[in-house]
């Protein structure tokens, strides 16, 4: 019986809990129609902070996992599967921004899920084999074990979730800038063509000026 069956059976303030770990950084759409390929992977033998030896197979995992969501797009030919096909598109586009960048990021997500979703498992399993007897105060105690650990989850999430969205403002930074160098660079090589006498040539100060300016950058 897989993770995800287990998980579908918990009920109560367990459930909302499970609920809770999902966002827009892995649906749980994803989880619940890819979970077998999810549950496949050895996300054991990864490191989220090995970057040299784990980042190519976690590269390669979220490949794996673009292809499959493509897979089910292409599957989802009928007119009411519209919605759904278009909804699948997203959570790819969005994997792509996100993750692409930093597919260690991907590891580490799934990872701490995972994990949480064993533990509440577990707890739901230990109350069955107790008898459902067990004291007050006891499940108190645990239930707030529990809801430290997701409250505590959930801050690292957001955590991981800025420092993503400073990585792709970087990025975007770093795109603008040399997109104008090269403008910058492009007009330079047009002025310094033209003769000399040309009115236009007093430009070519102004512009070299810039161009250093936004090499600083």
Known sequence: MSLWA??????????????NLYGQNFPIEFRHYFADIIERQQWDQLDPDNTPNDEPHAKYILDLFLGEIQKQCDSLIEARDFVQRLHFSEIASHFKNVYGPA??????????????EKRLVQHAHSLIDGGMHMRNDQHSEKLSHINSELKRLAAMTRDTENDLRQLQSNQEYFVINYQDSLKITSELQQIQQLDPSNPNRQYETQLTRKQAEVDKL
């Not at 998980?7 to 609920?19: A, K, P, T």
């Not at 597919?103 to 949480?116: A, D, N």
């Open 6 to 19: 287990k998980v579908r059976e918990l009920e109560g303030d367990s459930l909302r809990q499970i609920q």
């Open 103 to 116: 597919p260690l990021e991907l590891v580490r997500t799934v990872k701490r899920i995972l994990s949480i």
